[in-house]
Structures are given as C-alpha cells and as structure tokens.
C-alpha cells in the first residue's frame, strides 16, 4: 500500500509543468524596423560633409587683401599705419590689391579721398598727384569758430581772411573807398580733401586740421594766412550759398 502512495505521487510530480531554470531568458517580441528613420539619418550624415567641403572649398577661395584703416585723402599716398592685412573672397570681377602689392601701392596717390573701412581697389589709385591739372592741397589749422560744425571730405567751402590783418586791410579799404574788395574771400571755392579728427585716446590741441584742394593761383595767399591762423571756412550747400552753420 505504501509503495503504490508512493508511486502516485511520483505520477503527480512528473505531470507539473517545468519550470524555466536560473540562467535562461524568456523570450522577447522582435523588434519593429523603421527604414524611414535610418534613411533619415543617412542623409543627415551625407548634408553635414557635403557642408564641410564646401567650407573648406570657400576658405580655399579667400585672398589676403588690403584694407585702409585710416581715410586717406585725395593725392596722399599709403602708409604702413594707413593699411591692415584682410581675407576677402577671390572675386575676378574686383581688382582687389592683394597684401602682397604693398609696396608697389605706396608708389601710387589716392585719385580721391578714401574712407577708413574701404577695401583697396586699383581704381582708387594713380600715378602722380592724383588731382586735377591746375589743382593743389593746402593744409589748415583751424580753431573752434573758424569751420562749421559737420565739416566732412567733399565739402565745398569759401575761406575768409579773418583776424588782425583782415580788420586792417577793412579799415584801409574804407579809407580808400575800395571796402567792398577787402571783404571778399581768399578762395571762392575750395573743396575739403581731409580732415583729420583728435583720434580716441589723445588729448586736442584744440585745432581741427584741415586739408583743401584749390587752384594753384590762390594757394600762396591761402598758405600764408593759414600759417598766421587767420582763416575761416564757410561751407557752400549745393544751391552756392553760404552756410555758416
């Protein structure tokens, strides 16, 4: 009797279902591929390197240029403080002058004045002076009330005598009945080459210096007045008047 209560419940045991051991792993659904999202990713990767080489085909197309870091003014030539090294595109349409040009530029002068900022093209520049035939610059030193506030390259203006010898030459003209003609300008028109601003960091003098291009004739009177620091500039609008502001 007790063998077949043994033998029974030996029959229970085998009919349980095995269970699975420590070290196996049940099993997992597979995974759902996504072929968009990789196709995605694959044309990301191929936009970026086509982006690297187009950079690196641009850097490869850059020319070392010259760039003016001071307004140099009409008939004045490049100096090495006037001038710093820049990387521009290669375009074969601007006659940029490469850094490497330096020196043959210095030879040449400014055919107008160019503004601090520009980059140097060859058809700012020229052999010779630069002005026109018959044309010189005369350089000013004025003081506060002697030139209307603004005044800018460009400019055309009427220089005054002004000052001790101006009352003078007035006073003899009454005398002489001719004070019409001791009233009238040095320059009826002059045109302003340069004018050359205190730079940040120095201290004024409290003088403007200014650069004017004249007719040759009238440089000489203008000269010597502007060394006694008797001359007074009146700009002249477009319409010709004076304007004094």
Known sequence: MKIQERAGGGNNRASAPAQPGAGERLPTPPRERKPALAALAVLLILVGALGATVLVLRAGD?????????????GAAVTDDAVTEVL???DESVNYVEWSQLASLKKLKAKYTIPSGA???????????????????????????????????????????????????????????????????????????????????TVSSGTLPVTVTVDKAVAGPLAQAANAGEVALVRLPAGGAADGN
Do not use: C, H
């Open 62 to 74: 850059r020319i070392s240029a010259i760039k003016i870091e001071k307004e140099i003014p009409v």
């Open 119 to 201: 980059v140097a093209v060859g058809e700012m520049f020229a052999e010779g002076t630069g002005l026109p035939e018959g044309k010189v610059n005369v350089g000013l030193s004025l003081k506060e009330g002697q030139y209307p506030s603004g005044l800018k390259p460009g400019d055309t203006v009427t220089a005054y005598r002004v000052g001790d010898a101006a009352a003078k030459s007035r006073n003899d003209g009454a005398e002489t009945g001719s004070g019409s003609a001791a009233g009238a300008p040095l320059v009826e028109s002059a045109q302003i080459a340069l004018v050359r601003e205190a730079e940040e960091g």
């Open 88 to 90: 521009v595109a290669a």
